[in-house]
């Protein structure tokens, strides 16, 4: 059976829905873990050129972080990774150098990345963003939040 034009937008209007609801879960479940949430508005920008053969590569060199474009329709930006995360480790012990405690007027942040996505796989493209989030040392670590197998359950890998 075709879909028409009507249930694919009806489709595409729900799936919209559900990933906004289970974004609002993530972040949620983030802030009860005692992080300090708030969307990511930067994303990645690839610029691709021809090789020999006439496959579109990606330029490392040329890659850059740019403002995310708006969505003009929900007016949030489409940034990639949804979330930026950090947590104060001096105020829950977690800082551990070994060499000495901080000083006093030393606050040390672990600041991650969360990207949400409902069944846990990323793009092509959204994995060489991420790469290219580690290498240039943005993010310490990006998390990819899914759902589990029990109902409410969220996943982080």
């Not at 972080?65 to 489409?78: E, G, I």
């Not at 949804?82 to 672990?110: M, Q, S, T």
């Not at 990006?142 to 409410?152: D, P, Q, T």
């Amino acid at each position: 059976m075709v879909e028409t034009h009507e249930q694919a937008v009806k489709r595409g209007k729900k799936s919209r829905r559900d990933g906004a609801m289970f974004e609002i879960l993530v972040r949620k479940d983030l802030e009860k873990k005692e992080w300090i949430v708030d969307r990511w508005g930067n994303n990645v920008e690839f610029i691709k050129s021809p090789n020999e053969k006439g496959e579109m590569l990606i330029e490392p060199e040329k890659t850059k972080l740019v403002k995310a474009k708006s969505n003009r329709f929900n007016m949030r930006s489409t940034g990639f990774p949804d979330f930026l995360a950090f947590k104060n480790l001096n105020k829950f012990g977690h800082f551990k150098d070994f060499r000495k405690e901080p000083p006093e007027n030393l606050i040390v942040y672990e600041v991650i990345a969360v990207e949400c996505k409902s069944n846990g796989t990323l793009s092509k493209e959204e994995e060489q963003k991420c790469e290219w989030y580690l290498k240039n040392k943005i993010f310490s670590k990006i998390l990819i939040a899914s759902k589990g197998e029990k109902r409410g359950e969220i996943v982080y890998r």
